[in-house]
């Protein structure tokens, strides 16, 4: 019975989300008072229990998205997210385009949300198409696959961020081992299968009249290496952090720095001061200016913080209305890998709902027992949640039509790119998880 509500609950989400368009905030929060109700929680211990639920999500994801926003943005106004595209090109030259904007990809959407990411880099696959032979698709698939990778594996980003604090992992542990099995599905997807008929074939084109964001000068510009080291301050900052919990002693010293120095608001908001000075000030930004803009650059994630925290309501209602102990006991007599289990209910509901912030958070708070079983690994767990979240992407999630319509592109081809390379990319973090968990 207490997992037979849990299953209306999750219906009636849909239904929400997909029929009556609800906000995923709305819409979560109806869920869980409509969950904690039916399983005989008192009102106000329903209440209650969400408030604690949003309260614990939140306590350092708020920091984590909100700086990460205001980093994008400062990367986004000064051209040096522009500045490493154009490079990489350079280097890589117009034959191995695909790797060059794979790379660049892959480097700012480790920081950079998809869609900002998406909009900083679209005008520079334009620029590409337009003044070479290169197809637009061509220049174009790997550079959306690349900030999709990032988006599903690896912190900072608000899924697996989210995930790794339900499940008490590690976050700088997250993002080695997310890396580790994010490169090669990159390779796969963005380089391999962009080679397919499937994806040479699709028609697409520059969309006329539509205003691009503004493209740099090279004066206007700054260095690459200025660009790149900027970028990368939050990733090596957690990233040796991790390295040093394995190398050093527990009793070292040292450890208290790293873990507070590799804390990834902490990491984000040094990067975020790192760039006010090099990015904003140093190239004549005035500090009213640079507010202003991280300002914007919050305000477009708050709808992102509010649902994450609503995704975390849910869990804690499941958790107090005794559902979780109610699923660890059916779950500890079934034969299944845990790591199945967390990436098949969250494919499902990411296929269902769309927003893989919404499903993840979801099916988070369902499979958050099964770490209690034993013999699991919390990262391997977030990554698993994670990878299922990312799965065929179609006509209910907005990036889909970000992708459709910046590649100017008829439904049917948007649906054989952009739906099938989610789903390989799902796979391929599934396939990276199994292996892994034979190691570790």
Request: glycine share 8%; hydrophobic share 55%.
């Amino acid at each position: 019975m207490p997992l037979l509500i849990v299953l209306i609950g999750i219906i009636v989400l849909l239904i929400l989300m997909i029929h009556f368009k609800i906000n995923g905030l709305i819409s979560l929060i109806v869920v869980s008072l409509f969950v904690g109700i039916m399983e005989g929680m008192p009102i106000l211990k329903v209440t209650k229990s969400i408030y604690n639920g949003v309260g614990g999500q939140l306590s350092s994801i708020a920091l984590i998205v909100a700086f990460g926003a205001m980093f994008s943005k400062m990367l986004d106004e000064c051209g040096a997210g522009q500045r490493i595209a154009m490079t990489l090109v350079q280097k890589f030259g117009l034959k191995r385009i695909q790797w060059a904007m794979m790379i660049t990809a892959f480097i700012l959407g480790i920081t950079m949300f998809y869609e900002p990411a998406f909009v900083l880099l679209i005008p520079i696959v334009y620029s590409i198409s337009s003044k070479t032979k290169v197809p637009l698709i061509v220049a174009g698939f790997p550079m959306s696959v690349g900030l999709s990778v990032t988006q599903c594996f690896l912190p900072p980003h608000p899924g697996p961020t989210a995930v790794a604090n339900m499940y008490n992992a590690s976050v700088g542990k997250t993002l080695l081992l997310g890396i580790i099995i994010a490169i090669p599905a990159a390779l796969i997807v963005g380089i391999l299968f962009s080679k397919t008929k499937l994806v040479r074939n699709a028609k697409c084109s520059i969309p006329e009249g539509l205003t691009a964001e503004r493209v740099f000068s090279d004066e206007e510009m700054p260095s690459f290496s200025s660009s790149l080291s900027i970028a990368l301050v939050p990733v090596v900052l957690m990233a040796f952090n991790t390295f040093a919990e394995i190398i050093l002693p527990k009793t070292s010293k040292i450890l208290v720095y790293t873990a507070f120095f590799g804390d990834a608001p902490i990491a984000l908001l040094i990067a975020v001061l790192i760039s006010m000075i090099v990015l904003g000030i140093r190239r004549g930004k005035d500090s009213d200016e640079i507010m202003k803009s991280f300002s914007e650059g919050v305000k477009s994630v708050a709808m992102i913080i509010l649902i994450i925290g609503a995704g975390g309501a849910f869990k804690q209602v499941i958790v107090d209305a005794g559902v979780a102990n109610y699923i660890k006991n059916i779950v500890g007599s079934l034969n299944v890998s845990p790591l199945i289990l967390a990436w098949s209910i969250a494919a499902t509901l990411r296929i269902c709902i769309g927003s893989a912030t919404v499903s993840v958070n979801a099916a988070a708070g369902i499979v958050l027992p099964l770490l209690s079983l034993g013999n699991v690994n919390p990262e391997l767990m977030v990554l698993a949640t994670a990878s299922g979240s990312c799965i065929c992407s179609h006509v209910n999630d907005p990036g889909f039509w970000m992708f459709k319509e910046y590649f100017n592109m008829p439904l049917s081809d948007a649906f054989r790119t952009r739906s099938t390379y989610t789903t390989i990319l799902s796979l391929c973090g599934l396939a990276g998880v199994l292996i892994l968990n034979i190691f570790i």
